[in-house]
């Protein structure tokens, strides 16, 4: 039945879910997220057509996220989008179970990590391999892990950042901050809240981040950045009246509002630096660090960084896809 077994590399991440099959690349990618009917637990719906009902649903449908700061918070929910997202993949017709390798951030507990490794034989996977979210990163951009030459990653997902320095294939020191995407949209729906009085809810925060989050003005006095907006009409319920009301954001703005979500992210990758071996230090010093997740996607965030620790700061090609072109790699491998 050789032939028939497919391997499959998974990135179940806090904001999305991604699945790799062997000789075919990414053929997933959604939100995780699950809608159910909270008095049955019926399904309701996964992945995209689940998170445009968050903070939409009427009072018996609740959308969850079964991942909270990186790990699994709800581990039946998490059960049911491996599931599902598996057997969309994968043609079940072809009755061998699949190889999976799955990621799971730095430093978690072996509870968590037995969490994990369930979930994914729950969904069927004859063998189970877990590998660590930012070696899987590092391969998926791009990076020769296995080279005696010390590299930095820094993958800022949805619920956690991790920062990791990889030499001969293996980490050498890492940290796993819980601060990440998720802490920048509370952050802008808490400033809009304070300074317009007005309440929008996370997915609003969230096209607020796409749109205008920011880490320096700088990128925008880039000329090709010209055209960027820097400003945005959004549209909340007025905390006093209770009515619809619309305010325009600048880039500024918003700068101010996650100012604090950066500065922790910057002072984190100062921390493990700090605790890199000297030889390392220097690799480090050559070639850079590499940005990858979706928060490498803040604007200026680069530049930002770069200012703050008198590194070159990369950003990985498809930084959303790191994770998982990674994991796909390995179980390619596997
Ligand atoms: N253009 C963008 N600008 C800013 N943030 C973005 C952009 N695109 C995506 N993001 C943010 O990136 C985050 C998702 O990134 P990613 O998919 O890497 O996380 P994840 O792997 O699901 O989470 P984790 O690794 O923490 O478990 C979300 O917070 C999302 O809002
Ligand atoms: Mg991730």
């Known amino acids: 039945m050789g032939f028939l077994s497919n391997s499959v590399g998974i990135d179940l991440g806090t904001s999305n879910t991604l699945v790799y099959v062997n000789k075919k690349g990414i053929v997933i990618n959604e939100p995780s997220v699950v809608a159910i009917n909270v008095y049955n637990n019926e399904v309701r719906a996964v992945g995209k057509d689940a998170k445009e009902m968050l903070g939409k649903t009427p009072h018996n449908i609740e959308a969850v996220r079964p991942l909270q700061d990186g790990v699994i918070a709800d581990f039946n929910i998490a059960k049911v989008l491996i599931k599902y997202f598996i057997s969309k993949a994968l043609d079940y017709k072809k009755l061998a179970k699949p190889n999976i390798v799955i990621c ?191 928060g490498a996607l803040i604007k200026g965030l680069d530049i930002f960084m770069e200012k703050e620790t008198g590194l070159k700061i990369k950003i990985a090609e498809n930084p959303l896809d790191c994770v998982a072109l990674g994991a796909g790699k390995l179980c390619e491998d596997m």
């Open 104 to 294: 799971v951030p730095v430093g978690v507990t072996s509870i968590e990590k037995k969490a994990v490794l369930e979930v994914a034989q729950n969904a069927g996977a004859k063998n189970v391999k877990l590998v660590e979210e930012p070696m899987a990163a590092a391969i998926g951009a791009g990076i020769d892990v296995g080279a005696a030459i010390g590299n930095m990653v820094v993958d800022i997902g949805g619920g956690t950042t991790e920062i990791a320095v990889i030499s001969l294939g293996g980490i050498v020191v890492s940290d796993s901050l819980r601060v990440a995407g998720d802490s920048l949209d509370i952050e802008i729906k808490d400033y809009i809240k304070w300074k317009y009085k007005l309440d929008i809810g996370v997915s609003t925060a969230e096209k607020i981040k796409h749109e205008l989050g920011n880490a320096c003005q700088e990128y925008y006095e880039i000329p090709e950045n010209k055209e960027i907006p820097t400003t945005m009409t959004i549209t909340g319920r007025d905390m006093v009246l209770g009515l619809p009301r619309s305010i325009e954001l600048t880039n500024e703005e918003i700068r101010e509002a996650i100012v604090e979500t950066i500065n922790n992210i910057v002072s984190g990758v100062k921390r493990c630096l700090e605790r890199t071996p000297p030889e390392l230090s220097s690799d480090i010093f050559s070639n850079g660090i590499y940005l990858t997740g979706g």
